[in-house]
């Protein structure tokens, strides 16, 4: 699976959007881009995915560059409760659903 | 709909005890994982199960057994407990379209 490089930590006004960056330099064309995140401690909760279109759920959106080398992973509307660190993963559909965790962002959103 | 259980949820062992984690999963997805936390860092791969009666390792097997017991059930056992395996193990399972991963809650284990 591609490595991924996420800042080590962002801040964020309650309200705003925040915008999560990951770099992928070497993703293959096969390869997803997926975001996790964990609150405090606890297991991990799927945000989204997507192979090279732009995605939105209602959790958020995913913006994947042409050249796929980058995303963004952006919450419209940040609420105290998405203080957590977000994980930016690559990986094979066909991995079995393994996941290679890096350090992820720490994402603090402020009053 | 509990989703992945994990137990115990906190654990305190002595250097060269055994015990086993157990995990189960009410959605029946087909794999199953086991992934260990480091303070500060990310999950690790342990061990995995693609379907039920395979198990495969993952990035940091040392140590450690798994079983599938059945399709619902993987548990996770330390033969001879030692102060590097104090951390924190996630179970996980994944969908049948191989795409969202569920997590439990995870169990606190401190091997002294």
């Known amino acids: 699976d591609a490595k991924t490089t996420q800042p080590p930590s962002m801040d964020c006004a309650e309200g705003r959007a925040a915008n999560l960056p990951c770099n992928h330099s070497?993703?293959?064309?096969?390869?997803?881009v997926y975001w996790y995140r964990q609150i405090h401690s606890q297991g991990p909760q799927y945000i989204i995915h997507g192979l090279k279109n732009n995605e939105t759920n209602e959790m958020a959106s995913l913006i994947i560059t042409e050249d796929r080398k980058s995303s963004t992973l952006i919450l419209p509307h940040a609420t105290l409760r998405d203080t957590a660190v977000y994980y930016c993963?690559?990986?094979?559909?066909?991995?079995?659903?393994?996941?290679?965790f890096g350090q992820g962002t720490i994402l603090t959103v402020h009053p | 709909n509990a989703g992945v259980t994990q137990t115990p949820k906190f654990q305190v062992l002595k250097t060269g005890q055994s015990m086993t984690l157990q995990c189960a999963q009410d959605m029946n997805h087909n794999s199953m994982y086991w992934y260990r936390q480091d303070p500060g860092m990310g999950l690790r791969l342990i061990y995995y199960?693609?379907?039920?009666?395979?198990?495969d390792k993952g990035e940091v097997p040392n140590g450690y057994n798994v079983s599938r017991l059945n399709k619902r059930e993987f548990s996770l056992r330390l033969e001879s407990a030692a102060p590097s395996q104090t951390s924190v193990y996630f179970c996980a399972s994944i969908d049948r379209t191989n795409t969202e991963a569920f997590f439990g809650q995870g169990t606190r284990l401190t091997v002294v």
């Open positions: 993963i690559v990986r094979l559909s066909t991995s079995y659903g393994k996941l290679t």
């Open positions: 199960s693609a379907s039920e009666g395979t198990t």
């Open positions: 070497t993703i293959s064309g096969n390869e997803y």
